[in-house]
């Protein structure tokens, strides 16, 4: 409790409830020594999977999930696209061994706020908390800097987007594409209308240019 010049008794600001998720237990182990330690955070439970996280997302309410990306099974940037379906106010920050490019595209499409690196210091990683809880996002340096390497970087495309385009620049027709990748017509249409909208083309032959023209950078 803290109290106001004027003697009024004011309530000690609710707690950063955090929940970790990650595969390797001394990794969690590891986080939960760094952050229990810190003022206003409270460690409020761990997972190790997909399924534990939902279960205890309703549970226990974080405020933010501290995800692990390599996890087995469904990886953590699946995972933070189904918890924020489930809970769309949900805080979600990265803690991945991995800076590549494509991987902090595809957690920050997925409604991630920050991505940091796992050896990172842990005043970095309370700092990482503290941003994304405050409103913000934040990225690791050493994340930073691959990121924004290039000027242009290609737009984010998934990987069965990218399968299609390849498919695309070979000459295939939607209808190959779906026998090839074992889906229906109607799948590959959705994704030829999603990649046309996320590159901006406006019709198929603009599709079809851009797929021959980036052939050797698909996939």
Do not use: W
Request: hydrophobic share 45%; with cysteine; glycine share 6%.
């Amino acid at each position: 409790m803290a109290t106001s010049h004027l003697g009024v008794v004011a309530p000690a600001p609710s707690p950063i409830r955090l929940l970790l998720v990650d595969d390797h237990p001394l990794v969690r182990d590891g986080l939960r020594a760094r952050l229990e330690v810190v003022p206003g955070f409270e460690v409020a439970g761990e997972a190790s999977n997909a399924e534990e996280a939902r279960a205890l997302l309703d549970e226990l309410h974080p405020t933010l999930v501290l995800m692990d990306v390599g996890m087995k099974g469904v990886n953590g940037i699946e995972l933070t696209a189904l918890l924020l379906e489930h809970e769309p106010s949900l805080l979600v920050l990265m803690l991945s061994m991995y800076d590549n490019p494509e991987y902090v595209q595809r957690a920050l499409q997925a409604g991630a706020r920050g991505y940091v690196l796992k050896d990172s210091p842990a005043s970095e990683i309370i700092a990482a908390i503290e941003a994304v809880v405050a409103g913000g996002t934040f990225l690791s340096p050493a994340v930073s800097r691959r990121l924004f390497r290039n000027q242009t970087p290609r737009p984010v495309l998934s990987s069965r987007e990218c399968e299609i385009l390849a498919a695309l620049a070979r000459g295939l027709s939607s209808k190959h594409i779906a026998r090839e990748m074992d889906v229906s017509v109607r799948t590959v249409e959705a994704h030829r209308q999603s990649i046309k909208r996320k590159l901006s083309l406006e019709g198929q032959a603009e599709l079809i240019k851009y797929a021959v023209e980036h052939a050797g950078k698909l996939g």
